[in-house]
């Protein structure tokens, strides 16, 4: 059984992926926070649904008539909210706290656990499902 035909495991490694590309970005956050002129970045969080509907769907449903339920697939596109300013801003123009990135990184930490859990939880009920241990 391909575990990747499942569209939950696919957000799963997805969320993962976008995990590990946060935690490099909030890294050279950090390494350049001496750097003058330097402004910390930050990824775009998905929102789940937008983790499922990154897959391309095996079929299309379309309306045929007028009073028809609408599929649903027009809905807009996901706007990434206002980034804040930081708080301070050092006197050669360096924007990177921290102790802002330490939390971003710890918050991400414990996001990519929850996933592999998740991850595992799901593997553990498929192998119950099929009659393994």
Do not use: C
Not at 34 to 42: A, L, M, S, V
Not at 69 to 94: F, L, M, S
Not at 125 to 131: E, P, Q, R, S, T
């Amino acid at each position: 059984m391909d575990l990747n035909s499942i569209t939950l495991f696919q957000a799963l490694q997805k969320r993962m992926e976008w995990l590990n590309q946060r935690q490099k970005v909030l890294a050279e956050n950090i390494a350049n926070a001496d750097t003058p002129g330097y402004r910390p970045r930050d990824l775009k969080q998905p929102s789940f649904s937008e983790l499922l509907h990154a897959q391309k769907p095996k079929f299309t449903a379309r309306t045929t008539r007028a009073n028809h339920i609408a599929t649903g697939t027009e809905r807009p596109e996901y706007k990434a909210p206002k980034q804040r300013r930081t708080y301070e801003e050092a006197p050669d123009g360096n924007a990177v706290s921290l102790e802002e990135q330490m939390l971003k990184v710890a918050e991400n930490r414990i996001d990519y656990e929850l996933t592999v859990n998740l991850y595992r939880k799901q593997v553990g009920l498929i192998k119950a499902a099929i009659g393994g241990k």
